[in-house]
């Protein structure tokens, strides 16, 4: 099992629909949660980071966390084409300085 | 403008042939990391340092080297490349002590023949 878990898609999605980015962890001590938007040929953006059980809004982006089921999510409303990329979701470790990062959902929103 | 910087963006080589990846921030950043990415597996940490002369192993540390001398540089060595360290390499800092990597460099692609 995969210390960080995405579905690599593509998962597409109509213009102005909602997108949603799903993501297991298996180190139940993390604590911090990242999303990170890598265009093609480009490197890694932050987008979002989560640390508390809920959600947690900026713009269109929704980040959700719910630690006792080890799970995260990123939601995209209204889905431009310019949010066409691959969505990296990164976990701490409870122990040491390092991001782990799962292999990335590609997701394409058609016009 | 806050950035990180490395060179090559390209770069073919031979097996054997030792190289250096340079990697620079203008922050100021005390953490700096380095990743591999390959397709499927996503980014791997292969070294990181938390602070001048302290750095540590990530979970790919094997056939690299890092070094550093300054707080604004973090160069990557290969001291004996080989084709499976064919790969697209990102240097990466953080504006925290907890290693959020916010700010990554524009990437290289290295190709070992």
């Known amino acids: 099992q995969k210390e960080v878990e995405q579905n690599s898609g593509p998962l597409s999605v109509p213009e102005g629909a909602i997108a949603s980015l799903n993501c297991t962890y298996s180190d139940r001590g993390s604590q911090s949660f990242f999303w990170y938007r890598q265009y093609s040929g480009k490197s890694p953006e932050l987008i979002m980071s989560i640390y508390s059980n809920g959600d947690k809004e900026d713009g269109r982006f929704t980040a959700q966390l719910n630690k006792a089921s080890q799970y995260v999510s990123l939601l995209i409303r209204d889905s431009q084409p310019s949010d066409s990329a691959t969505y990296l979701c990164?976990?701490?470790?409870?122990?040491?300085?390092?991001?782990?990062f799962g292999a990335g959902t590609i997701l394409r929103v058609k016009s | 403008e806050a950035q990180v910087t490395q060179n090559p963006r390209y770069l073919i080589t031979v097996t054997g042939k030792k190289l250096t990846v340079t990697c620079s921030q203008n922050m100021n950043h005390e953490y700096m990391s380095w990743y591999r990415q390959d397709p499927g597996l996503g980014l791997r940490q292969i070294y990181y340092?938390?602070?001048?002369?302290?750095?540590d192993k990530g979970d790919v540390p094997e056939g690299y080297k890092v070094s550093r001398k300054e707080k604004r540089n973090f160069p990557l060595i290969l001291e004996s490349p080989s084709p499976n360290q064919t790969s697209l390499y990102f240097c990466?800092?953080?504006?925290?002590?907890?290693?959020?990597?916010?700010?990554f460099g524009q990437g290289t692609r290295l190709t070992v023949v």
């Open positions: 990466a800092s953080s504006f925290d002590s907890f290693g959020t990597e916010a700010f």
């Open positions: 340092s938390m602070n001048v002369e302290v750095t």
């Open positions: 990164a976990v701490k470790r409870e122990y040491g300085n390092k991001l782990v």
